[in-house]
């Protein structure tokens, strides 16, 4: 079990302020917030790579210590992929994955090599240096290179970011998996909503270094403690009705075919989502609200809230 305690980190002004919680074995933990929340600091204090000035992080109750404890810095069990991506760049994209499991037998590299560039799509490259890949490749690499190492902690900072959707999509799946088959344990970080809420167990949501909230992803999406927060996980409508003000999620309703409709309607347009349609509705003058459906709802004239249970 990985813990962090009472982590602060002060340079002019503080970035990470009394930051604590665990994550337990074959557990995701997403973290979100704005950028300057202090999370890609809190990675790499994790990660052993920088020192926090408060606070301690322990693996398996041993302590986690950073650069100024330790000649080279991080730690063998816990491994951090970032935007520096940390490539042999000179090396070819097999000899990147492969020098990272020479301790095991030749038979073994081979096969689990190709695997993860299967994985990742880099088949196509494995001889290539790795200076020459695209960006997008090289991401992919250091991913690769990463699961190599089979780490207790996997932590990814902004890991789908030059990813088409296709191969985000085999990614998570892969890593959701493997986190059972590994018994490993995943924190990451990510400004994208969707992929926090597609492959967290527990997310933490940061605002100005400090944590505001640790909920599921149902939690966070559905019952939400703030504007702020609900707008950090997708679309948000605001209605004031009957003088008070009212917050429901694009899926938060049903069709109202009465005559006097609780909520009256005018359709504007849609957009096409592949599996779905964002309908965008005229409330009144100044109002919109966006309604997510199977189809365009232009016949729709208005609609009842139907909020989600707890």
Request: glycine residues 6%; charged residues 25%; neutral net charge.
């Amino acid at each position: 079990m990985l813990s962090v305690k009472n982590i602060c980190l002060f340079y002019n002004q503080p970035v990470l302020n009394g930051i604590s919680f665990s994550v337990a074995e074959n557990e995701i933990i997403g973290i979100a917030g704005t950028s300057g929340a202090g999370k890609t600091s809190l990675l790499k204090i994790i990660a052993g790579l920088a020192d926090a000035t408060e606070g301690t992080v322990h693996l398996d109750n041993k302590r986690v210590v950073g650069p100024s404890m330790k000649l080279i810095p991080g730690h063998p069990d816990i491994q951090l992929v970032n935007q520096d991506f940390d490539l042999d760049i000179y090396q070819t994209t097999e000899e990147n994955v492969k020098g990272k499991i020479l301790h095991l037998p030749k038979h073994v590299q081979e096969q689990f090599t190709e695997e993860l560039l299967d994985l990742m799509e880099l088949t196509h490259g494995k001889s290539r240096l790795a200076h020459t890949l695209s960006g997008g490749e090289q991401q992919r690499l250091a991913i690769a290179r990463a699961l190599a190492l089979e780490p207790t902690i996997l932590l990814l900072d902004e890991p789908f970011v030059h990813l088409d959707s296709q191969l985000r999509y085999r990614l998570i799946s892969y890593l959701t998996e493997l986190k059972k088959v590994r018994n490993m344990s995943i924190i990451i970080v990510s400004h994208n909503s969707e992929e926090l809420l597609s492959l967290s167990d527990r997310i933490i949501y940061l605002k100005d270094g400090a944590i505001k909230r640790m909920a599921t992803p149902v939690e966070f999406y559905y019952h939400y403690k703030t504007i702020s927060e609900a707008r950090m996980f997708g679309l948000i409508n605001q209605l004031t009705i009957y003088g008070k003000s009212v917050h429901f999620r694009p899926d938060e309703y049903e069709i109202d075919h009465s005559e006097t409709p609780e909520i009256p309607l005018h359709y504007s347009h849609s957009i096409f989502m592949g599996s779905y349609f964002l309908n965008e509705f005229n409330v009144d003058k100044k109002k919109k609200i966006v309604l997510l459906h199977k189809a365009q709802l232009n016949n729709v004239r208005g609609i009842t809230i139907n909020k989600k249970k707890k």
